[in-house]
């Protein structure tokens, strides 16, 4: 059982350029959430998506877009990337509205030069 | 103030003690509460979840939750050097369309052999 995938693992991209981070989940979960962690910062949500069809800014969305393919999948989107987008950047999914937690993927390691 | 308070840490201690982690919330309509484990370089697991106040015991893991004092706690017994990780804490409100976890932003522990 896999759980939350994330792809890639790590990305190196220039100040400016574009690239999309898959997610997709094999547990049926209806929710689905990007994350971004940084030292000292914690967790920040970035978009979420409650179900299928529909997608919601959280605390840190500016610079960021994303697409809910279809139940299993959710990519985030970063159009003209920023050195500020340097991060680690989680996936996690959640049965029933968040109910029993949420399951994260691995991370994808971003670094924006 | 921030919603969840949470000591950065780090914590270190010897193979065997006994660990108390802590967070402190101010926000009175948080009903479930969690803990995530978080091993260098991996996305967090879900450790232990409870609702409302009380207690849970999971082998060697036990939660508390003080409602009163806005305040929970994980408690880890005869700790082990592969419990050394970083721990969050997260809770979330009682149903309606508020269902987003808030997090802490983590403990790095460290248990030496």
């Known amino acids: 059982n896999a759980g939350v995938t994330q792809t890639p693992k790590f990305q190196v991209l220039k100040t400016g350029q574009s690239m999309t981070l898959q997610c997709a989940q094999d547990?049926?979960?209806?929710?689905m959430y990007w994350y971004r962690q940084d030292p000292g910062m914690g967790l920040r949500l970035i978009y979420y998506?409650?179900?299928?069809?529909?997608?919601d800014k959280g605390e840190v969305p500016n610079g960021y877009n994303v697409s809910r393919l279809n139940k299993r999948e959710f990519s985030l989107r970063l159009e003209s990337a920023a050195p500020s987008q340097t991060s680690v950047y989680f996936c996690?999914?959640?049965?029933?509205?968040?109910?029993?937690?949420?399951?994260f993927g691995s991370g994808t390691r971003l670094t924006v030069v | 103030q921030k919603e969840v308070e949470q000591d950065p840490g780090p914590l270190s201690v010897p193979e065997g003690a006994i660990v108390s982690l802590n967070c402190t919330y101010s926000?009175?309509?948080?009903?479930?509460f969690m803990w995530y484990r978080q091993y260098s370089r991996k996305g967090p697991e879900l450790l232990m979840y409870t609702y409302s106040s009380g207690n849970k015991e999971d082998g060697r893991f036990t939660a508390q939750v003080d409602k009163s004092s806005k305040y929970i706690s994980l408690f880890i017994r005869d700790s082990q050097p592969s419990d050394s990780a970083t721990y969050l804490c997260a809770m979330r409100f009682d149903g309606g369309s508020n269902y987003k976890l808030t997090f802490g932003k983590g403990t790095l522990l460290t248990v030496n052999p």
């Open positions: 998506s409650a179900s299928e069809g529909t997608t």
């Open positions: 547990m049926n979960h209806n929710s």
């Open positions: 996690a999914s959640s049965a029933h509205r968040g109910s029993y937690g949420y399951t």
């Open positions: 926000n009175s309509a948080f009903q479930y």
